[in-house]
């Protein structure tokens, strides 16, 4: 539904995704009510997939709001990631029933960050003007 909407409606990059969000919870409602006896649409499905898409316009805004395009989208993309990670698994702990507390998904934040930091500072130095061949002594 993403894909239709995105390749033969053009509108706003926010609305489309809203209208994509409402036809995919859509698709998994009714998916929800053909498997009947299954009750994961409504606590598990649609939850995730309103966090993702929470998550991904923020990451447009600040990918549009952002002066310098170069690493740091990169960065932004992996920390949208790890946000993302995070939701999943606290949507997980509550939809079965377990204590709320985060493992993996900080696990995975843990190794995104060193990878952001780098990402971000070798765009804020290559913005100050300095060559990648001096900052990797090349």
């Not at 409606?9 to 009947?36: E, K, P």
């Not at 649409?41 to 002066?67: W, Y």
């Not at 934040?109 to 001096?134: A, E, H």
Request: proline letters at 3%; hydrophobic letters at 60%.
């Amino acid at each position: 539904s993403y894909v239709s909407v995105f390749a033969f409606w053009a509108q706003r990059t926010v609305i489309q995704l809203i209208i994509s969000f409402v036809a995919a919870a859509a698709s998994l409602f009714l998916l929800h009510l053909v498997t009947n006896g299954l009750n994961w649409a409504l606590p598990l499905a649609i939850p995730m997939l309103l966090a993702t898409n929470i998550v991904v316009i923020g990451l447009i805004i600040v990918i549009r709001l952002s002066k310098q395009k170069g690493g740091n989208l990169i960065a932004y993309g992996f920390l949208a990631a790890a946000l993302i990670c995070i939701c999943i698994e606290a949507i997980l702990d509550f939809y079965l029933n377990h204590p709320f507390g985060l493992w993996w998904s900080i696990i995975v934040s843990v190794c995104v960050l060193p990878v952001t930091i780098v990402l971000l500072l070798m765009n804020f130095r290559y913005k100050r003007g300095r060559d990648l061949q001096k900052i990797f002594h090349l």
